[in-house]
């Protein structure tokens, strides 16, 4: 056996996050580089290289913008880093809408350009027809209901959703549909307890919540948020440390450090050798 076969055997994969049901809670964060997938990759079983990198990295103002080659850039350098969590790639906004045949060459290109193990899609009124088309054919699909951030345009800002009984209806209906499409697994973002406890009960696939209550089989956040790199973070969020600040206090010292000439020092210089005798 190949030491490549190893490897991808160690990794977690879609039977094992489907056998997550109801068991020990699943743990998913976003990640965007080599380095950070690295860091992250003993403590998560699955990395989501999520479009918020349109937001989190790039300085976009939402993630429509954010297009195929970015995310398998970005989903080709988390694969380098991470070497046991099950990599996920969100397919972006306008990639996999416009038909089968599109949407399964633009998933087939995410898989086998990034070695990653499946893809995510927004999971509005066509996509459950192509999450079955797509893993008829052999493409892993992570659905997503709820809050969908590609809509932005049409809701008009990011706002909980389900809070209505038709609302409510829909994105349960939502969820039932992508779950019986195929997709191995269902994010549920931005809705009250009740619906994301009422989805979480009623498919028989893992939901993983992401400001949907601690009723879900596992959670994801978007790691820049988590990790404090913003001054503002959605309510949902919990922050577990200040790297803006650190990253301020760091940066600071080194230019002060540069500007007084205290850096380089003499232990950070290279000298020429000494002449022989």
């Known amino acids: 056996m190949s030491s490549q076969t190893q490897d991808t055997a160690r990794r977690v994969t879609v039977p094992d996050i489907r056998g997550r049901k109801g068991g020990e809670p699943i743990v998913m964060l976003t990640c965007y580089d080599a380095p950070s997938a690295t860091i992250m990759d003993p403590h998560c079983d699955i990395l989501l290289v999520g479009d918020s990198v349109g937001m989190a990295v790039h300085g976009m103002t939402s993630t429509v913008g954010v297009t195929l080659d ?3 850039l970005h989903g080709q350098a988390v694969m380098r880093g991470a070497k046991r969590a099950m990599v996920v790639i969100d397919m972006p906004f306008g990639s996999y809408e416009a ?10 290109r995410v898989l086998k350009e990034t070695g990653a193990q499946a893809v995510k899609v927004e999971s509005g009124p066509t996509a459950p027809p192509t999450i079955e088309y797509l ?31 038709t609302e409510y ?29 009422e989805i979480t009960q009623a498919i028989d696939k893992p939901t993983i919540g992401i400001g949907a209550s601690a009723a879900c089989d596992g959670q994801v956040l978007v790691s820049s948020d988590m990790l404090g790199m913003f001054d ?29 000439r205290r850096f380089p020092a003499e232990v950070e210089t290279y000298f020429s050798k000494k002449p022989v005798a």
């Not at 790297?243 to 540069?258: C, G, H, P, S, T």
């Open 232 to 260: 503002w973070t959605p309510r949902f969020v919990r922050r577990y440390a200040g790297l803006r600040q650190e990253i301020d206090r760091a940066v600071a010292a080194y230019a002060e450090d540069v500007r007084s």
């Open 169 to 197: 209806a829909r994105i349960l209906q939502s969820a039932h549909d992508t779950a019986n499409a195929g997709a191995f697994c269902v994010v549920i973002e931005g809705v009250a307890e009740a619906l994301a406890r």
């Open 135 to 165: 893993v008829k054919r052999g493409i892993p699909v992570m659905g997503h209901v709820g809050l969908l951030p590609q809509s932005i345009n049409i809701d008009g800002a990011f706002k909980a959703k389900g809070r209505d009984e």
């Open 70 to 72: 970015m995310m398998i």
């Open 99 to 108: 038909g089968f045949e599109t949407a399964y060459a633009n998933a087939a």
